[in-house]
């Protein structure tokens, strides 16, 4: 049975002040298990959830992602940057570009900082929950464990917590805390449970991203970092689920912009008593709406930047094709050539080098230089030297349109022209 319970926190003597020392009874809160839970949805519910689904499988149907590789990808690097800015990461699109080139050509080495190699890894966590979660017949709680440590190499305590750990208040004592999340105790059941309620269809699979995240965020089970796993989750789930193998959804970035319809919702979610009360009941069907209400939105707003991918790829042919005319070469060059090929990698790949180009197209190198040369002549790639021996060429205008997106983001109405940013974004792009 879900609720609250009392536990006592002895004071700490060596705290830096009075408040700091003070010791007394707090409230951990314990969820139930989802596995077996039961759910009831109300009509308009069901029918919410229906839409939302029916507007997930448009977008996944968008000309852009069948037309552009790099579609998904855009997208899984606009939820990475945004993710981390929020952790307090910050740094810039083409620096979190560099380092991850950095791991895939060893002629690259500078150009970024520490701060940009650890967003790079949250890129690299992301797609991992998209791509390995998805694959393996069940996930288990060890996998989870992995991904938190990919998401935070350098935090000191991996796995599962054995200590209370809150959210707001103080860091010497969980007295004023906003939640305080279950007993360490509580924690390796509740995560095992997780992982089996992931690896079922027990609900339609919009209803079990949103109870994953909320029961995950509840569980709270590691130290720090929570807030990238549980929104890495709501991937996972969703492909696990066959509903967005194609692309990512920026869902849990609208709930952070909508922080304080986020936390009412959470809130509700935690019900005490039964599952099967009306109070648990409400309080199911509030935090679905708001995550449904998120879902809603990320569709719309991923559907615009599949538009703007399009209008940029559109604008990129038609450099190239007049830069082709300038040379007495046809206009378009065959579908197959590693030009054109490379031309629809771009917002995926937008910082490569010959030797990248050769392993992406598996091309040889004199063909990947020549295509690289014919892109930066039409002004579709502004070469840069990386390295003594090593030139990187840059899709600048991708990463314009990332800094635009998670800007548009960080709006409560979604244009930074109506409303300003609610959280830490980068400049504008100069014109």
């Given at each position: 049975m879900a609720g609250y319970q009392e536990a006592l926190w002895a004071a700490v003597w060596d705290a830096p002040s009075k408040k700091h020392r003070r010791g007394g009874v707090y409230r951990p809160y314990v969820p139930d298990p989802l596995v077996g839970r039961s759910l009831v949805l109300g009509p308009q519910l069901a029918r919410d959830v229906a839409k939302v689904e029916g507007k997930v499988q448009r977008l996944v149907a968008h000309p852009a992602i069948?037309?552009?590789?790099?579609?998904?990808?855009?997208?899984?690097?606009?939820?990475?940057?945004?993710?981390?800015?929020?952790?307090?990461?910050?740094?810039?699109?083409?620096?979190?570009?560099?380092?991850?080139?950095?791991?895939?050509?060893?002629?690259?080495?500078?150009?970024?900082?520490?701060t940009a190699r650890l967003v790079a890894n949250n890129v690299t966590a992301i797609r991992q929950a998209v791509t390995e979660l998805v694959a393996v017949d069940a996930v288990s709680v060890d996998d989870i464990v992995a991904l938190h440590r990919v998401l935070l190499p350098d935090e000191r305590h991996h796995g599962l917590r054995g200590m209370q750990n809150w959210v707001g208040g103080g860091v010497w004592h969980p007295l004023d805390a906003e939640f305080v999340p279950p007993p360490p105790e509580y924690v390796q059941p509740l995560m095992d449970d997780l992982a089996a309620y992931v690896n079922g269809a027990q609900h339609a699979a919009l209803v079990q991203a949103a109870l994953a995240h909320a029961q995950?965020?509840?569980?709270?089970?590691?130290?720090?970092?929570?807030?990238?796993?549980?929104?890495?989750?709501?991937?996972?789930?969703?492909?696990r689920r066959g509903l967005t193998r194609s692309a990512i959804l920026p869902?849990?970035?609208?709930?952070?912009?909508?922080?304080?319809?986020?936390?009412?919702?959470?809130?509700?979610?935690?019900?005490?008593?039964?599952?099967?009360?009306?109070?648990?009941?409400?309080?199911?069907?509030?935090?679905?709406?708001?995550?449904?209400?998120?879902?809603?939105?990320?569709?719309?707003?991923?559907?615009?930047?599949?538009?703007?991918?399009?209008?940029?790829?559109?604008?990129?042919?038609?450099?190239?094709?007049?830069?082709?005319?300038?040379?007495?070469l046809r206009p378009a060059p065959r579908a197959d050539s590693a030009v054109a090929r490379l031309l629809g990698l771009l917002p995926a790949a937008p910082v490569v080098t010959a030797r990248t180009v050769e392993r992406l197209l598996r091309v040889t190198h004199p063909a990947a230089r020549q295509a690289l040369e014919e892109l930066a002549g039409a002004g579709i790639l502004a070469p840069k030297q990386l390295e003594r021996n090593t030139t990187g060429y840059l899709a600048r205008q991708v990463f314009d349109l990332l800094t635009l997106t998670e800007r548009r983001l960080a709006s409560t109405r979604w244009d930074t022209r109506e409303s300003v940013p609610q959280r830490v974004v980068p400049a504008r792009p100069q014109k």
């Open positions: 069948h037309g552009l590789e790099g579609f998904a990808r855009f997208l899984l690097r606009s939820e990475a940057l945004a993710s981390s800015r929020i952790e307090g990461l910050q740094t810039s699109p083409q620096q979190v570009a560099l380092a991850e080139l950095a791991g895939q050509d060893d002629g690259v080495s500078k150009g970024f900082t520490a995950f965020e509840t569980i709270h089970p590691f130290t720090d970092g929570n807030g990238r796993v549980g929104r890495a989750l709501i991937h996972t789930v969703l492909a869902i849990s970035l609208v709930l952070l912009t909508q922080s304080d319809a986020y936390v009412a919702g959470l809130t509700a979610y935690r019900y005490r008593g039964e599952a099967s009360s009306p109070e648990a009941e409400s309080g199911l069907a509030r935090w679905l709406e708001v995550f449904l209400e998120a879902t809603s939105t990320a569709v719309e707003q991923a559907d615009t930047f599949a538009d703007d991918l399009i209008e940029l790829h559109e604008e990129w042919v038609e450099r190239l094709q007049r830069f082709r005319i300038s040379r007495n």
